[in-house]
Structure formats: structure tokens, C-alpha cells
């Protein structure tokens, strides 16, 4: 069966620190990926997306960016942090032309101090 | 333009009574369309979808919602609500044009009384 990790759970950080979010899905090969924030009552917000390894499309330019590196593996990164990076980030896989809906892991909750 | 409306941003129940949440999509063209259930600081979990078989889908957790073309609906419903229900609710749509791009309505945060 197919899975999804993503780490940390929770995470403080200070304004100006990197950061490294990391999502790994097991048990199926190629598939799409997403990155999400959730902002304070606030909708989702699809930040990165990757439709294969080294491939990555950002939907809204902003402080960060994200990696590929290994075809199951979805890396979220920024150099510096601002506030208003805090939010909840979650993390999603999909299959390739499939009428079923996403897979999300279980969120990492940011707060940018 | 295609969108994805949640009516109500919150609806509160008692337990025991009926849920509805209401979710409007526009688009001329066909849609698959998802609920996914979130808890506090949880990811998101599918509830039910559609994807162009029976109008009226069944869910997990007592959970169902019909699709009606001519209203452009999803409306997700349960009879009776349980303290557990208490979430957030997302009305989320991929359309046919859209590859695996899914839209997420606004939410709705449904809140159980006992």
C-alpha cells in the first residue's frame, strides 16, 4: 500500500533561519507531488507541484522553493524565513492521470518567530 | 473561469441532527469532485468523490453527497451528526482540462453541539 511521511510535525523557527520540510512517499513510483500552506483561517494554497524528478512548477512566487531530488522524495526549502511563512504545510502525492483525488501526509505546523 | 464555492464558512449543529455543507462549482467543463474531511493540525482526508459513475455517492463515516449537474451542486450531507464530525470540510474539484490539478473551495468549519 501506498504511503506518505512528512517531517517535522511541528517546528519553531526564527525570522532569518533556513528552513527543510521533507516528504517521502512509499509504495508507487513516478508520482505527482504537491506542496500546500494553510494559512490561519485561510483556505489552501497550492505553493509547488512536480510531475517528476528535477521537475518543479511554483503557482505563487514567494520566499521558497522546492527540490526533487529522488523520484519519491518532495523537499520544501527557503534560504531565510519571514512571519509570514508561518502556516501549516502539507504535503500530497497523486498518480499520473488518475480520476482519484490526493494523498496528504499529515502536515508540518510552522511558526516563524 | 472554473471555481469551487463553499457557501457557508461555518455551520453549526447539535448532535444527533442533520449536516449539510454546500459546495458550487462553475465550469462548462466535466468535473470529478472530492469532500476531504481535515481535524486540527491533521492532513486532509478523503471522505467520498465522484468521478462520473452514480449521482449520489457514499462516504466514510455515515458521510454522502449527490452530484447534480443541472445545480452545479456537491452538497455533502449526514443525518445525524456526531461530536467526532466537528472539522473542517473542503469541496475540492479537478476538472477535465485540468490534468491532475485539483481546486479547493474556501472550506467550511462545521462545529457539533452536544
Known amino acids: 500500500s501506498q504511503t506518505i511521511h512528512q517531517w517535522p510535525a511541528t517546528l519553531v523557527q526564527p525570522v532569518g533561519s533556513p528552513l527543510s520540510l521533507e516528504c517521502t512517499v512509499e509504495?508507487?513510483?513516478?508520482?505527482?507531488l504537491y506542496w500546500y500552506r494553510q494559512a490561519a483561517g485561510r483556505g489552501l494554497q497550492l505553493l509547488f507541484y512536480?510531475?517528476?524528478?528535477?521537475?518543479i512548477s511554483s503557482e505563487v512566487p514567494q520566499n521558497l522553493s522546492a527540490s526533487r531530488p529522488q523520484d519519491r522524495q518532495f523537499i520544501l526549502s527557503s534560504k531565510k524565513l519571514l512571519l509570514s511563512d508561518s502556516g501549516f504545510y502539507l504535503c500530497?502525492?497523486?498518480?499520473?492521470?488518475?480520476?482519484?483525488?490526493?494523498?496528504f501526509g499529515s502536515g508540518t505546523r510552522l511558526t516563524v518567530v | 473561469a472554473q471555481s469551487v464555492t463553499q457557501l457557508d464558512s461555518h455551520v453549526s449543529v447539535s448532535e444527533g441532527t442533520p449536516v449539510l455543507l454546500r459546495c458550487n462549482y462553475s465550469s462548462s467543463y466535466s468535473p470529478s469532485l472530492f469532500w476531504y474531511v481535515q481535524h486540527p493540525n491533521k492532513g486532509l482526508q478523503l471522505l467520498l468523490k465522484?468521478?462520473?459513475?452514480?449521482?449520489l455517492v457514499k462516504g466514510i463515516n455515515g458521510f454522502e453527497a449527490e452530484f447534480k449537474k443541472s445545480e452545479t451542486s456537491f452538497h455533502l450531507t449526514k443525518p445525524s451528526a456526531h461530536m467526532s464530525d466537528a472539522a473542517e470540510y473542503f469541496c475540492?474539484?479537478?476538472?477535465?482540462?485540468?490534468?491532475?490539478?485539483?481546486?479547493f473551495g474556501g472550506g467550511t468549519r462545521l462545529m457539533v453541539k452536544p
Open positions: 512536480s510531475v517528476g524528478i528535477g521537475q
Open positions: 500530497a502525492w497523486s498518480n499520473h492521470g488518475s480520476n482519484y483525488g490526493y494523498t
Open positions: 509504495g508507487t513510483s513516478n508520482p505527482n
Open positions: 465522484y468521478t462520473s459513475a452514480a449521482t
Open positions: 475540492v474539484v479537478r476538472w477535465d482540462n485540468a490534468g491532475n490539478m485539483l481546486t
